[in-house]
Each structure stands twice: as C-alpha cells, then as structure tokens.
Nanobody, 120 residues
C-alpha cells in the first residue's frame, strides 16, 4: 500500500502559478502509474492529469490542458503538478493517487490532499 503526502497548495490570484508535490512511500514508485485529482467545494472529485510509471506518457483533462504540467522523479519518489494561468475554477483540494493509466481511474489509498484557492 503506497502512502501519499501532498503539499504545495495555497492561496493565489487568478493568473498566478503554483507547484504541487506528492511524496510517495511504501511501494516501488517507478512501476506505478500516478495522477492528480481535485475536488471543488460541493462537487465530486475529478481527474486533472495522469502520468505513466516511466513518465514518458501524460494525459490531461481538457480544462487544464496547456496550463498544467504533470511530472515525476522516480529517483526521489515524487510527483509534481505545475499549475500556470490559474483560474478561480481551479480551486479545490488536490490529491495524487495511483491510477490505472491510461484509464483516468484512481486506485488504492488517498492522501490528505493539499488545498488550492484561486481568487478572482
């Protein structure tokens, strides 16, 4: 069972940037696919971005394509999400679960998430 700790969230103005990080432990990180999901207040969790185990392949929700970049460092067991040109609708709690990449389906445990608030 992989343990996940998300960090890097905060309050930012629209148009700004944030970089989220996810530290993974308890599993061989380099063989698992990962992703970022978010949950806005009063809404269901939704897929944001996914990445294959090697990092060679990525996938993005249409709403963030061109603004967000997912990456991973298998030597450090970390997953990142660079978020640029942030919009108020990007507000939510962000999570980094394992996924069934290329399917946009999370599996296994969830971390506590990191909160992102984008003000207009």
């Amino acid at each position: 069972q992989v343990q996940l700790v998300e960090s890097g969230g905060g309050l930012v103005q629209a148009g700004g940037s944030l970089r989220l990080s996810c530290a993974a432990s308890g599993h061989t990180f380099s063989i698992i696919h990962m992703g970022w999901f978010r949950q806005a207040p009063g809404k269901e969790r939704e897929f944001v971005a996914g990445i294959s185990s090697s990092g060679a392949s990525t996938d993005y929700a249409d709403s963030v394509k061109g603004r967000f970049t997912i990456s991973r460092d298998n030597t450090k067991n970390t997953l990142d999400l660079q978020m640029n040109s942030l919009k108020p609708e990007d507000t939510g709690v962000y999570y980094c679960p394992r996924t069934l990449y290329p399917r946009r389906a999370p599996i296994g445990s969830w971390g506590q998430g990191t909160e992102v608030t984008v003000s207009s």
